[in-house]
C-alpha cells in the first residue's frame, strides 16, 4: 500500500530556468541543483526506452518537482495543465503497483532493472486522468538528504 506520505508535486514546462524563475519569484521557492540524467523507463506495452531529462525539486516540503518537457515521451506538456503527476513514498513497490492495476489505474510508464518492472518509480493513470507516481520507499532517506543538501538526485 502507499505510505500515504505525500512526497512532491510534479510539473512539466517548456524551459526549465525560466519556469524556476517564475515559480521561485511567484511561489517563494528554492531550489536545488538540477539534475541531469539519462533515465530509462518501460511503457505500458513493454518497449523500453531512454529520455534525456532535466529536473530539479524545490529544497523545502512540500516539494515541487519541475521537469523540463521531453516530447514523445510521458515528461510532455499538454494542453490543459502541465500539472504532471502527485507522488506518493510506495512502501513495497511491486505491491502498490499491483494495487493500483487492480483499481483501474493503468500504468503508464515505469523504471525498470533488468528484468524487475516496476523499479524505483512507476507512473499510473486513474480514471479521473489523474498521474499518481509511485516512489520506492527504499529510496526516501537517499533522496530526503539529497534534497535537504540542495543535491541533484543521485550525486555524492
Known sequence: MLD???????????????????????LGLRWGAVTE????????????????LRMVYSVEAPYVEVIE?????????NPCSNLHHI?????????????????????EAAGYAGDVVPAMFA??????????ELVDAAARPSIEAALAGGRALGAR
Open 4 to 26: 500515504k506520505s505525500f512526497f512532491h508535486v510534479g510539473i512539466v514546462v517548456p524551459r526549465l530556468e525560466e519556469a524556476l524563475d517564475h515559480l521561485g519569484a511567484t
Open 37 to 52: 540524467t539519462e533515465l530509462p523507463f518501460e511503457g505500458a506495452d513493454g518497449t523500453r526506452a531512454a529520455v534525456p
Open 69 to 77: 518537457e521531453v516530447r514523445g515521451s510521458p515528461w510532455e506538456c
Open 87 to 107: 507522488g506518493f513514498w510506495a512502501d513495497g513497490l511491486a505491491a502498490c503497483h499491483d494495487h493500483l492495476l487492480g483499481s483501474a489505474c493503468p500504468l
Open 123 to 132: 507512473y499510473h493513470r486513474d480514471p479521473l486522468g489523474v498521474r499518481v
